[in-house]
């Protein structure tokens, strides 16, 4: 595999190269067990990176992957344990998508988060707890028991905003982590 990119702009390299960018041994970090594989993994790591590197997109991109989204995969000419890296530098953390809830998917024994009990009474005076119940997924002595809680003893408002790092401060701790020795290669 060798990156062409005389036919590939670079904001569009992650994309045009998407056998790259998805492949097992990039996309899941799954280890490499053959010397074959190492060598593969080696090269597809070293085109997304080339790729990367030459993308007007690279800071938005970084900033987004650190910040914004815990995202699988490389990112931002980065792995998932170098952005967790970053993270840890920057004190800062970032809540994996809860994907199941947007798709309607309800698991068993899942948390209910009691600011979303109190949320959806606010905004659904008129419903019936039992219809609550059913939107949240869980049953009618759920809600009721975090109404009566949040009723007895309010609970604390969540930050609206926590504080997020500047763009500066995230290149900065990239520059950091992809400096230090086992890193396979320097900062952007």
């Known amino acids: 595999m060798t990156l ?3 036919s590939v702009t670079p904001a569009q390299a992650c994309v045009a190269l998407a056998s790259v960018f998805q492949h097992p041994l990039l996309e899941d970090q799954a280890p490499a067990t053959t010397a074959e594989q190492r060598h593969l993994q080696a090269s597809l790591i070293r085109q997304a990176d080339q790729a990367c590197m030459s993308c007007p997109l690279l800071e938005r ?15 931002a000419g980065t792995s998932p344990a170098q952005r967790q890296a970053i993270r840890a530098r920057l004190g800062i953390r970032v809540k994996p998508e809860d994907l199941d809830s947007f798709a309607g998917v309800v698991a068993p024994n899942r948390q209910i988060d ?20 059913q939107r949240l997924g869980c049953s009618l002595s759920t809600v009721k028991r975090h109404l009566r809680r949040a009723r007895n003893n309010p609970l604390p408002s969540r930050p609206l905003h926590s504080v997020r790092p500047s763009m500066e401060q ?18 952007a």
């Open 114 to 133: 009691p600011h979303e009990v109190v949320r959806m009474r606010a905004a659904n005076p008129h419903d019936s707890l039992e219809s609550i119940a």
């Open 4 to 6: 062409q990119t005389s």
């Open 61 to 75: 991109c970084l900033y987004s992957a650190v910040v914004e989204h815990d995202v699988a995969g490389h990112v």
């Open 170 to 187: 995230v290149l900065q701790a990239a520059r950091e982590v992809l400096r230090r020795p086992g890193s396979r290669r320097r900062a």
